[in-house]
């Protein structure tokens, strides 16, 4: 067997650990938020020393991990479409194992393995590191599961795995878990309390990515702007912590610049906010540092305070104003996105003109909308009936895309004749003569590829635009290459 050495990241302890020869191959297919697209990244890390290869084939498959989300039932649906394709696999390979990770499985635990009889183990967020234990129980030919939530467990200390990399931008997790408890959200349940993750190790990664060429990363955690490192535990007991920790404490601010600092040639993005949480420090960093993308996903999920109230979101409706403003005046040039939620419990029309009024008051640059889907173990799903009809919620959810339509046309066009940076991520989705890339501001734009090479920070000429995407001609390289 050939061996590996890894850093622990505590401290400079090194262990050496035998690396089995790999010879087997993992599939692992992803839905949901970012952070499970980063989660597998893990996994597969995991078990690239359990002697496992990732491939993109299906049929080759030794082992086929899903990693799943719980936020909506659609996201449910899509999953159990995808088991009836593996299970159609697993008839001509029946020695294929097949897993099941994530949200979906810390929600379902061994009612999963009831219901979905090809099902081999279910595994939540925090027991990857079982991986191996769990693996070596299905080949006894026993059905394994470790749903077990953790106050510690961060990964902090995995080198992931990045799949299906374009090498040029990455996820770094810094939180896992939540203490909100919004009414509608399952995430609490599925990834318990909120920790964070040693910012020296966070950094280590940073270096990491840039040493290897990446030129962009995404902080990412269910709510990025409550990260607290105080040496270590959830935050729900930082009042319990010494004097000495609370003076050294790690705020969210204080890690982005940590991270701008540690490479100032790096573009550093983050996701997702939440309005109670997102602090002026948070915004006057972001300003400070130019490598800082000037964009925030600031989730609002309703206009109406009386549905904010219901939803437990710990902001009203003028607060909510109060925070665009400082976001606006301290950086002008600041691109803002948001998340709606469509026919909440008792939603009146009201509540939802006032959401429609919030939508025009702000003006987001895009967003993602959704109608309201109940999820069993939530506040909400326990003690609310989910009482607006079908054909309420589509009409709804369509005036708010419609809506929502318009203000990206109008938010677009304000880049028209400017020059704009962009990162050059990967070929036009509509033509292989022009490469695409993004904004600062998270706008994706496209231009003619001439001699620039994927990775290039190119100054863009943007002379025209969809709703949606900027287009234009590459003036040169930026000076921040």
């Keep these: ?8 990241k505590q401290g400079q302890t090194l262990i050496i650990n035998p690396r089995k020869e790999n010879n087997k191959k993992l599939f692992i297919e992803s839905y949901g938020c970012a952070m499970n697209f980063s989660d597998s990244e893990i996994v597969a890390s995991i078990l690239s020393n359990e002697g496992f290869n990732t491939t993109q084939n299906l049929e080759d498959a030794d082992l086929v991990l899903v990693n799943t989300c719980s936020i909506r039932d659609k996201a449910e649906q899509t999953v159990r479409k995808r088991l009836e394709k593996y299970n159609a696999v697993k008839r001509i390979n029946p020695k294929m194992k097949v897993g099941v990770l994530g949200c979906m499985a810390e929600r379902l635990k061994t009612k999963f393995l009831e219901e979905e009889k090809i099902v081999d183990l279910v595994v939540g967020p925090d027991a990857y590191k079982d991986l191996p234990n769990l693996l070596a129980e299905v080949d006894k030919g026993r059905d394994a599961i470790n749903v077990i939530l953790s106050k510690e467990e961060t990964y902090g200390d995995i080198s992931p795995v990045r799949l299906n990399t374009n090498g040029v931008t990455a996820f770094v997790s810094i939180t896992r878990g939540c203490d909100n408890m919004c009414t509608f959200c399952v995430v609490p349940f599925t990834r318990g309390r909120e920790r964070s993750r040693d910012p020296q190790s966070i950094i ?7 040493s290897k060429g990446y030129k962009e990363i995404t902080l990412l955690g269910q709510n990025v702007d409550s990260y607290l490192w105080y040496g270590g535990g959830l935050k729900k007991d930082f009042n319990k912590a010494s004097d000495f920790q609370k003076a050294t404490a790690v705020n969210f601010a204080n890690l982005l610049e940590l991270c701008a600092k540690a490479q100032p040639k790096m573009r550093i993005r983050f996701s997702t906010s939440n309005p109670q949480d997102l602090t002026l420090d948070v915004i006057e960093t972001m300003a400070k540092y130019d490598n800082i993308c000037k964009h925030i996903h600031l ?15 710990l902001h009203t409706r003028e607060e909510y104003f109060e925070l665009i403003d400082n976001i606006r005046r301290i950086i002008p040039d600041c691109s803002i996105s948001q998340d709606l939620i469509a026919g909440f419990p008792t939603e009146t ?11 025009e008051r702000v003006k987001y640059n895009f967003g993602y909308m959704y109608m309201y889907s109940e999820r069993p173990g939530t506040m909400a799903g326990r003690n609310m009936e989910d009482d607006i009809p079908e054909a309420t919620k589509k009409r709804r959810l369509a ?4 809506l929502q339509r318009e203000h990206c046309e109008l938010k677009t066009k304000e880049f028209l004749n400017t020059t704009v940076e962009v990162l050059i991520e990967r070929e036009s989705k509509k033509s292989d003569a022009e490469w695409s890339g993004r904004t600062s501001q998270n706008v994706v734009a496209v231009f003619p590829k001439e001699n620039y090479k994927i990775g290039d920070l190119v100054n863009v000429h943007i002379s025209d635009c969809t709703s949606a995407t900027l287009i234009g001609m590459a003036t040169g390289l930026s000076f921040n290459n």
């Design 204 to 210: 280590e990664e940073v270096n990491d990515l840039w």
């Design 349 to 359: 029309e009201q509540d939802h003109r006032d959401t429609l009024s919030l939508m």
């Design 1 to 8: 067997m050939e061996k590996t050495i890894d850093e622990t």
């Design 399 to 402: 005036e708010i895309v419609s």
């Design 299 to 313: 989730p609002v999920q309703s206009g109406s305070d009386r549905i904010l109230k219901a939803m437990n979101r």
